[in-house]
């Protein structure tokens, strides 16, 4: 089964401050979708990634991604005005006979192969839609507008979901044709359609940057990797 993946990057990342587009964003000598693009190629199973970069930065995502070094081929396509539009778009860029699709965030540059690998396996062992998840830690409490607590969420319940997701090809264009419909992730236009979603572990290093906070722990990583903790 040909597996492609669609990274859409052509979000601003207002929370990381300064208007720039967070997949350009430096990240221990690279760009956060440099690292992405080289995290999903590290999976022998992925042969097509499409790249949904800013309209206004196609040359410079072109240039960046040039002689990237990786067994996969990559495309580069303007995105769309929101992350739906953009994955529309890069679905839309990808060879027909990729039956396996992974939408994973530029945000997410250091997932572990093994992540990526299981959700593959998921999806060809017969699951339509896959999510890897990590338990949640934190107490979480659902309040009200008037900033007053409603209750304590039992949080045994609860995952936080990470990329990549893995579809079947014809499952994600079904999700992906209701107009007028976003969604956070991928999964949830998923559920809207009322098809059911696997969840299989994620990591911790699969995080998201966000934040300028989470670049210092995605570096600490980086360092951690290479050898180079202090």
Known sequence: MSVGCIIPAAGRGERMGGGQPKALRMLA??????????????????????????????AATTSLLTGLGVAANVDIVAGGESRTGSVRRGLAALPLHCSIVLVHDAARPLVPVDVIDRVINAVSGGAGAVVPVVPVVDTIKEVDAAGQVIRTVDRNELRAAQT???????????????????????????????????????????????????????????????????
């Open 29 to 58: 000598g690279s760009t956060l979708l440099e690292h992405a693009v080289r995290a999903m190629a590290a999976s022998r199973a992925v042969e097509h990634i499409v790249v949904s970069a800013p309209p206004d930065q196609l």
């Open 164 to 230: 990549p997701q893995g579809f079947t090809a014809d499952l994600l264009r079904a999700a992906l044709s209701v107009d007028r419909v976003e969604a956070t992730d991928d999964a949830g236009l998923v559920e809207l359609l009322g098809e059911p979603v696997l969840v299989v572990p994620g990591d911790e290093e699969a995080m998201k940057v966000t934040r300028p906070i989470d670049l210092l722990v995605a570096e600490a990583i980086v360092r951690r990797r290479s050898g180079r903790v202090h």
